[in-house]
């Protein structure tokens, strides 16, 4: 398979790209480790196609909405129908969340949806496809908390509501072993679902 292909004129970065799988487009804060681990995981029949936050480097009030423009023209280059499976962590899942509604936006699919360490209040409005969110058990975020998750009725302010996962680590190091083991396995029960 070709590893760490770069596409001409993209920035988009695939690895296993030979796989027969459907492709998981992932937005990442730190390509080199995160990627890496993430591809290795999920292994070589799993294409994965990265994209890159932007992550202390761009400004961060206006790059979120340019970025998941940018990214989401590559991907209707690449297959204007879809449908899609995206996904993103940290501030990577912010613009794979923006990527999500643009699409919906112009009527492509998203099946899935794939979001760690990340929540927003509009998220409350979903998407059309499955969404799961995975946050991290040793997390000092707390996300869960914003959403009351695990308490009676949270799940009525979602429309429909998320699968929502606790996955070993905090919130740096969740491509690293032993956590990426059990995160990468869950994503993979996403898209046998």
Request: glycine residues 8%; aromatic residues 12%; contains cysteine.
């Amino acid at each position: 398979s070709r590893v760490g292909e770069r596409y001409p004129d993209s920035l988009l970065l695939g690895q296993n790209t030979n796989g027969l799988k459907q492709p998981l487009f992932w937005c990442f804060n730190a390509l080199d480790t995160e990627l890496s681990s993430l591809a290795l995981y999920l292994g070589p029949l799993q294409p994965l196609f990265a994209l890159y936050s932007g992550a202390g480097v761009l400004n961060k009030s206006i790059s979120t909405d340019r970025l998941a423009e940018h990214y989401v023209n590559e991907l209707l280059a690449g297959n204007p129908v879809g449908p899609f499976r995206i996904g993103g962590n940290c501030r990577g899942a912010a613009v794979a969340w923006r990527m999500v509604k643009l699409l919906e936006d112009h009527g492509i699919a998203v099946e899935k949806v794939c979001l760690l360490e990340y929540f927003s209040p509009e998220m409350f409005n979903g998407t059309k496809g499955k969404m799961l969110l995975l946050f991290g058990e040793q997390s000092p975020l707390h996300f869960p908390e914003q959403f009351n998750w695990r308490q009676p009725g949270w799940e009525k302010n979602f429309t429909p509501p998320p699968e929502v996962y606790l996955t070993p680590g905090s919130h740096s190091d969740f491509f690293r072993s032993p956590n990426i083991e059990p995160l990468t396995k869950k994503i993979e029960e996403q898209r046998k679902e």
